[in-house]
């Protein structure tokens, strides 16, 4: 039996036994990856260099894709340099570390949440659209959102940190998770811990409600557009968000929560892929990169490099 204080190193998932599949397991993730870093990348740099992006809802886009930049490179690198060299050993302090970052950056399901309200603003409340999502409140509405980030994964961190270990050091999973890492755990203590998901999991089901009405309203003012290509264009914007915002919620809610005995690593490993790769990698194509705002700042970008070399 060994305890935390004893453990110097974690061991992570094999993403497969074979060499073969091991080096397939990481162009599959380069694969993801460099499209994700690709679009979050000249997301980020068509916001700072487009001044007349500079408004609120990109200024809210631009920081989801510095979250998404975050969350590839949290978990992602670690898992292709394990499966290219063949290794599977993470620190404890790397593995704290990670479990922090992960958890700060995901984040974005606040920044999802101001994004939907200011859709909600701008097509429902246009003329007041000054007042609620000025410079000061945007940044206001940012700061929190950071701030409420930074205080969940200290809480989450620190509390799934302080439990004594006593079942060996090897995660199922791979990246540091928090379900896994209470599996571990010789102590009843880990149900204090399960107690602060549930508050978590709560507090985004509050947001995913307050996501869907704003949707809703937005529908309803859609619905009353003369055009049949507007009402289109707002569906198939709409729609989208809350298709990837459900897709995250669900997994990571069903992959933190779900009981024991319905648990299996091909099942964990299907669940932590869903809610912490493949968001970053669709959201740049649905939330942004189908702005034609954004487009034509993006080609006004790449177009400027070509001239100068």
Not at 14 to 33: D, K, N, V, Y
Not at 192 to 215: H, Q
């Amino acid at each position: 039996m060994s305890n935390s204080s004893s453990i110097s190193h974690f061991l992570l998932l094999a993403l497969a036994e074979t060499r073969q599949l091991q080096l397939l397991h990481f162009c599959l993730l380069l694969g993801i990856s460099l499209p994700a870093l690709l679009g979050n990348g000249l997301i980020i740099s068509a916001g700072a260099c487009g001044h007349h992006l500079h408004t609120p809802m990109f200024f809210f886009l631009l920081n989801l894709a510095l979250s998404h930049l975050g969350s590839i490179c949290t978990t992602v690198p670690k898992a292709m340099h394990n499966s290219l060299w063949d290794t599977s050993t993470i620190p404890y302090s790397g593995c704290a570390a990670q479990l922090f970052l992960f958890l700060f950056i995901s984040a974005e399901f606040s920044v999802l949440t101001i994004i939907s309200y200011d859709c909600f603003v701008s097509i429902c409340k246009p003329l007041h659209y000054g007042t609620l999502l000025g410079s000061r409140a945007c940044a206001h509405m940012a700061a929190a959102a950071c701030a409420s980030a930074f205080l969940n994964a200290l809480m989450h961190t620190a509390n799934t940190f302080s439990l004594p270990l006593c079942h060996g050091n090897a995660l199922g999973q791979f990246f540091c998770e928090i379900p896994q890492i209470l599996k571990l755990s010789c102590s009843k203590s880990y149900l204090r811990e399960l107690g602060l998901l549930a508050v978590s999991v709560c507090l985004g089901f509050g947001c995913l409600l307050f996501m869907v009405f704003s949707y809703v309203q937005i529908f309803r003012a859609v619905l009353r557009i003369p055009s049949e290509q507007g009402q289109h264009k707002a569906f198939s914007t709409c729609l989208p968000h809350l298709a990837v915002v459900s897709l995250f919620l669900s997994t990571g809610t069903f992959a933190y929560l779900k009981p024991p005995s319905i648990s299996s690593p091909s099942l964990d490993l299907a669940l932590s892929v869903l809610y912490s790769v493949v968001p970053p990698a669709l959201n740049p194509l649905i939330y942004s990169l189908r702005n034609q705002e954004l487009k034509a700042a993006l080609w006004t970008l790449m177009t400027g490099c070509i001239q100068e070399h």
